[in-house]
Each structure stands twice: as C-alpha cells, then as structure tokens.
C-alpha cells in the first residue's frame, strides 16, 4: 500500500498508573486496574505530504479496563490550540493509523480504541529533560503530569534505568522515571509515583526510523 509521505520527530513523556517498568513493554498484565495514564507529545520537525507540523503539541489522557492489547480503550485527545485546520486534520490522521502500516505505533494503538470523547484545543505546556530524567506537561484544568527520577527507596538518591525494546513499536530506547499525574473532565484520574517513560523517537508511514531515534549520552 502507498502511504501519504510523512515524518515526525518527536520528543515524549508516557505515564500510566502501572509500577515502574510498565509490564506491556514486557508482555506482562498491568500492575494496576484500570490501565490508564497521560502523554503530551512535543514535534520538534515534521510534515504530512505539504503540511508543516514543526513545534506542534498534542496530549491525551487515557484508560483501558484491562491490558491493552485487549481493547475497548478510551483516548481523549488534546491538540495544541495554535495548529490550522490542515496540521490538525494532519495530526488526527497521523496519531489515528490512517497512514501507516497496521502493524506499527499508532495504527496498533488505534485498534485498541472503543471511545473517544470530543477533542480539545487548548494550550499545552511541556518541559522535557531527557538526561535529568524530569519533565512537566499541562493542560490547564484538564490534565497536569510531574515527572522526576526515580529514587532508591534506602538512600533518597535518583535511580537511573534505560530499557531499550529492540523491536519496540513505540520507542527504541526510554528513561525511566517516576510521575505524579492527574486529569479530569471526560476521564478522572490521579495518580502519584507511577511509571514515566521520557523518549525522543521519529515516526513516519513504516513505523520508528531507528537512525533517526537518537540515544541521549548519559551523565
């Protein structure tokens, strides 16, 4: 199949309410029910065919009563209020699958999803620390997420863990951390001290272009 020619690169921060690790990038259950969680997506360069998408943000809040391969999910997405028409018919159909091999990213989140509330536009902040292990990311009265290094439990001092899926959909390398999180509206949540992935990965129609995926280089 041809797809539109496309690219994004993008820095990211995951949470979900599981323990750190987050046992899907394991194939393991959840460590928690439901799965549910918050992200917010900075594109430091990108296009969809003619369309610009440079510096856009998207964020979204999310849940599924079970693990996630096995559907009836719930996404609520949240575009950065500056986008036009045509990045953010862009972005839905980026972050939708609608271009992209069924068995990458995006399109295999998509089949997961049962529910969708509206779409809101609205300004989102985002902070990104790839080598501090710290980020922050807000949408104003709708969803806030903190994200700080894990700490050893006996010594008080940041804990530093990188896992690095060599097949991984989402990502091929992504610090650990801890984040406290919150949303609220159409899905309410709130969670403290949960798992965080920080990540710089670029996507286009085939999935992850890996050479473009750059590691940090670590204190």
């Known amino acids: ?14 949470t979900c309410s599981c323990d750190y690790g987050c046992p899907c990038e394991f194939n393991a259950p959840p460590t928690r029910l ?6 917010a997506m900075e594109i430091t360069e990108g296009y969809f065919g003619a369309v610009r998408l440079d510096g856009l943000r998207v964020a979204g809040a999310y849940r599924w009563p079970g693990p996630v391969h ?13 986008a036009t ?18 068995t990458t990213g995006f399109a ?25 292990r710290r980020g922050r990311f807000v949408v104003a009265n709708v969803l806030e997420a903190d994200i700080e290094p894990i700490k050893n439990p006996v010594t008080g001092k940041p804990h530093y863990i990188t896992i690095r899926p060599q097949d991984g959909f ?8 801890s984040a406290t ?26 999935g992850i272009i890996p050479e473009e995926s750059l590691p940090k280089r670590r204190p």
Not at 4 to 13: E, N, R
Not at 85 to 102: H, N, R, S
Not at 111 to 132: K, Q, R, S, V, Y
């Open 1 to 14: 199949m041809a797809y539109v020619d496309w690219k994004i690169k993008t820095k990211t921060i995951g």
């Open 181 to 206: 999180f919150w949303s609220r509206g159409k899905l309410e949540q709130r969670h403290q001290n949960r798992f965080a992935a920080i990540t710089y990965a670029t996507y286009g129609p085939y």
């Open 170 to 177: 989402e990502f091929r390398e992504a610090e650990m951390a």
């Open 85 to 102: 028409k045509e990045q953010v018919d862009a972005l839905f159909t980026i972050m939708g699958g609608k271009e992209q091999e069924p």
């Open 70 to 82: 096995e559907g009836n999910g719930t996404w609520w997405s949240i575009i950065d209020k500056s």
């Open 108 to 132: 295999i989140y998509a089949m997961t999803i049962a529910n969708e509330p509206e779409p809101i536009f609205a300004d989102i902040e985002f902070e990104w620390d790839l080598t501090g």
């Open 34 to 39: 439901p799965c549910e969680g918050v992200m």
